[in-house]
């Protein structure tokens, strides 16, 4: 079945240490995106990718890099400059205006 | 500016009873309207769109929505609410452009009681 795939579902993380999330579609998306959720607030944009070898910053970039070197890939890298990175974070693939998205089903990490 | 505003944090209701979840929208030219449910530690899940033709859309699980152009809103609704419907709901518009990204409103917290 075509889907989109976070991975790992719960990740820990030291402070001050990167980590990378996953996420992997084989829907022959163009677009992927990237969305943080706190607790009793909405979806943030952190980036966004219309294309393979281009993305763009959201509303919240700093302290995240991504990368968009395949179609199928755009993982999400939370850094040490990250002063708050405890949250759910949301990857999401769509194929093109007024289709709308697909969504994962979520990485929360915890900063311990 | 582009938006969507979801006016009430949180909607109660008794379960077989109607329900309402409002959004209300500002894009310019014409919307392409979504609503999304999420459950407890899941992704968001399509429920419905409204892309053009009839103002009644109906979607998953029984729910549908009612386009009102003149009051830019775009309300979602279900006649009988079961206490599985309990979850907390996303409208989403495109923003004008073709910039591809959907605006999300801030999330409506459904709740269904026995």
């Known amino acids: 079945d075509g889907g989109i795939t976070q991975s790992p579902k719960y990740l820990f993380r030291k402070e001050g240490q990167n980590v990378t999330l996953s996420c992997e579609q084989n829907?022959?998306?163009?677009?992927m995106y990237w969305y943080r959720q706190d607790p009793g607030q909405g979806l943030r944009l952190i980036y966004y990718?219309?294309?393979?070898?281009?993305?763009q910053k959201g509303d919240i970039a700093e302290g995240y890099s991504v990368s968009r070197e395949k179609k199928e890939s755009f993982p999400l890298t939370v850094t040490s400059a990250q002063k708050n990175p405890t949250a759910f974070y949301l990857c999401?693939?769509?194929?093109?205006?007024?289709?709308?998205?697909?969504f994962g089903s979520g990485t929360r990490l915890t900063v311990v | 500016a582009q938006s969507v505003a979801q006016p009430e944090d949180q909607v109660n209701v008794a379960e077989g009873n109607p329900l309402t979840v409002k959004c209300t929208y500002s894009v310019s030219g014409n919307p392409y309207l979504f609503w999304y449910v999420q459950y407890p530690n899941r992704g968001l899940q399509f429920l419905l769109k409204?892309?053009?033709?009839?103002?009644l859309v109906k979607g998953s699980y029984g729910f549908e929505a009612e386009f009102n152009k003149s009051q830019t809103s775009f309300h979602l609704k279900k006649p009988s609410a079961l206490v599985s419907d309990s979850a907390l709901y996303f409208c989403?518009?495109?923003?004008?452009?073709?910039?591809?990204?959907?605006?999300f409103g801030q999330g409506t917290t459904l709740q269904v009681k026995p």
């Open positions: 989403a518009v495109y923003g004008s452009g073709n910039t591809g990204k959907l605006i």
């Open positions: 829907l022959n998306h163009d677009a």
């Open positions: 409204y892309i053009t033709g009839d103002n």
């Open positions: 999401a693939s769509s194929l093109g205006t007024a289709r709308g998205y697909t």
């Open positions: 990718s219309q294309i393979v070898n281009d993305f």
